[in-house]
């Protein structure tokens, strides 16, 4: 699902008469100012939730958690070991990785990873549901069926450099949202909401997925982020758009008195 969200003036003018008091040019700007305040409230209901560093360290903590579920990263000895006993003595495997404990800290099913191959294994463990990546052994919730209780061994520093390499990407969702307010004003702080900050503004030149057309009639906002439908809910979605409709007719009112005040009218 890409969300594509509309202020459309001709639902205004349904509970908001006043609307077409407005001149053509307060129009224009009242819906790309409202357009810019509704892409910076969707950004902060976009997982992970807020625009600040405690939303990027909590979108970054989650990557290092699923990653953390799928591998086991090893030293260069071990890797050495784990490689060498799959091939020469793939029955005697799990007991060579046994702790003091007698618990297996290897299994036989596991699977050898390294730099180019660890994406592509992270993908295949994510649930087609949700996009979170499942346990391994879990089995895959979304069939129903248990699934090889596979897990990759992985030479720690490889481990380590494909977290921060994923850890870069959060937030490209939010990004999206990000690139649509920089197209009509830029990232202002929103009353109640907060500024798109710096980090997110970064991911725009790589990861940018916004579209935005401005109409004398409409403003619409795309994400075509491909998995935004797991990253915003439907809930919060109808929420920040109520939210910035009601902000967008309490500014015409506003408008349109002082408006009247000035001419003398009022």
């Known amino acids: 699902m890409n969300p594509s969200i509309s202020l459309d003036k001709r639902k205004i003018d349904k509970a908001l008469s006043m609307w077409k008091k407005l001149t053509a040019e307060e129009q224009a700007r009242e819906l790309r100012k ?4 509704l892409a910076v409230r969707l950004a902060n209901e976009t997982q992970p939730y807020g625009l600040g560093a405690t939303a990027r360290k909590k979108g970054e903590n ?10 086991k990263p090893l030293s260069r000895y071990w890797m050495d070991e784990a490689i060498r006993m799959k091939k020469l003595d793939p029955a005697s495997f799990k007991r060579r990785f046994v702790n003091k404990d007698g618990k297996a800290w290897l299994e ?9 191959t660890i994406k592509r294994f ?13 346990r391994a052994g879990q089995g895959d919730l979304n069939i129903g069926r248990h699934t090889a209780a596979n897990r990759g061994f992985i030479l720690q ?11 870069k990407k959060v ?11 920089a197209k009509l004003g830029g990232f202002d702080s929103v009353t109640g909401v907060g500024k798109i900050q710096e980090w997110l503004q970064k991911l725009i030149s790589k990861y940018g997925k916004g579209a935005v057309i401005l109409t004398d009639e409409y403003v619409k906002l795309t994400n075509t982020i491909p998995w935004i439908g797991r990253a915003l809910t439907r809930a919060a979605l109808r929420k920040s758009l109520d ?10 009112i506003a408008i349109v008195k002082y408006n009247s005040k000035k001419a003398g009218l009022a």
């Open 122 to 134: 992270h993908q295949s463990m994510r649930n087609k549901g949700d996009g979170r990546t499942r």
């Open 157 to 167: 520093v490889e481990q380590q450099t494909y977290i921060k390499e994923t850890q």
């Open 34 to 37: 409202s357009g810019r305040s």
């Open 62 to 71: 989650a990557v290092l958690k699923d990653i953390a579920l799928i591998t």
């Open 108 to 116: 036989e099913e596991d699977v050898e990873l390294n730099s180019s």
């Open 243 to 252: 939210i910035q409709r009601e902000t967008l007719a309490k500014s015409v």
């Open 171 to 181: 937030g490209i969702a939010k990004a999206a949202w990000a690139q649509c307010a």
